[in-house]
């Protein structure tokens, strides 16, 4: 697959977002459901998929998925966003079924989630999430929900004045800010992401997003807020967050702000990173891709026990 074009890089500039249609062929979607539900089967098998399944790992845990990280048609994408010299910093994941209120809510997945005159809004956000989504969410509930442009800085005029007086007391903004998010949440319905099966959706971590969207079997096209697709009855959704299957992964380019992001989340991921496959095979795998590994601490792979062939 061929780099973005210049009028995509644009679109993802100004919307945060781009989908990527037909990536991966019927035959190779397939095989990646089949894997799933073998896994599910094998690890999961007593647990509903009425459920969120998070899969221990990432991709690179499990024989039948392991390629996807590192396949060029993600590294081009990524490529044309954050440029050559990418980093992979562990996060990827493998996820199956859930749609359910639990999942929605939308957020950003940066360090200064709410507070907009955080670091992380200084100049670019170099974070980017990669979502391979197993399903025709151009019809179904279960997919990907967006506040389109959210990730780009706001109040510039403000973040002048202020933080030139208020540097080290920055913090003091955060309540205001998240009040005005939770009032903006009551009439934002946002955008449904009509993702179907072999697309490649892409996002900056800046960007509000919420998991398992509501479509109505009546009126599928409306994105309503969050609040109200919590509240309706299960007879009037569209369903399709049961099935729901996607494979996620995560590039940066180097930088404090990848710096602030790995040091912010250590205490929260360090269990999952234990038990991610981290070990010769990937760092061999990465040279030939020119991808740079960046561990986010010592103990991660320490969990994890190849499978038997």
């Known amino acids: ?60 845990n499990y024989d039948e998925l392991e390629r996807v990280p590192f396949d060029d048609r993600i590294l081009d994408i990524a490529k044309s966003l954050l440029g050559d010299s990418l980093v992979y910093f562990g996060d990827s994941s493998v996820n199956m079924g859930g749609g359910g209120a639990s999942q929605r809510g939308f957020h950003r997945d940066c360090v200064n989630r709410f507070n907009l005159f955080g670091p992380d809004w200084d100049a670019d956000y170099p974070l980017l999430r990669i979502g391979i989504y197993l399903g025709d969410f151009s019809v179904n509930s279960g997919g990907l929900k967006i506040i389109p442009g959210s990730h780009r800085p706001r109040f510039s005029f403000l973040r002048r004045i202020f933080l030139r007086s208020l540097k080290h007391q920055i913090r003091i903004f955060s309540l205001p800010f998240d009040w005005l998010r939770r009032c903006l949440s009551i009439f934002q319905g946002g955008y449904n992401i009509p993702s179907r099966t072999g697309d490649i959706v892409a996002w900056s971590f800046r ?10 079997k009546r009126w599928s096209t409306w994105s309503l807020p969050v609040w109200i697709e919590n509240a309706l009855p299960k007879s009037w959704i569209q369903p399709g967050g049961e099935q729901r299957m996607v494979m996620f992964v995560a590039f940066a380019a180097d930088g404090p702000h990848l710096d602030r992001y790995l040091a912010t989340r250590r205490p929260s991921d360090l269990e999952w990173w234990k038990t991610i496959r981290w070990d010769g095979v990937i760092e061999q795998w990465a040279r030939e891709k020119g991808i740079r590994l960046r561990k986010p601490d010592p103990a991660v792979g320490e969990l994890f026990k190849p499978r038997n062939k």
């Open 207 to 216: 960007l509000l997003h919420s998991a398992g969207n509501v479509r109505l």
């Open 1 to 60: 697959m061929p780099k973005l074009s210049s009028e995509e890089i644009r679109r993802f500039e100004k919307e945060g977002f781009i989908i990527v249609r037909n990536a991966y062929s019927d035959k190779e979607t397939e095989s990646f459901k089949n894997a799933i539900l073998k896994l599910k089967a094998e690890l999961y098998s007593a647990q509903s998929t009425s459920k969120p399944i998070a899969f221990k790992g990432s991709p690179f």
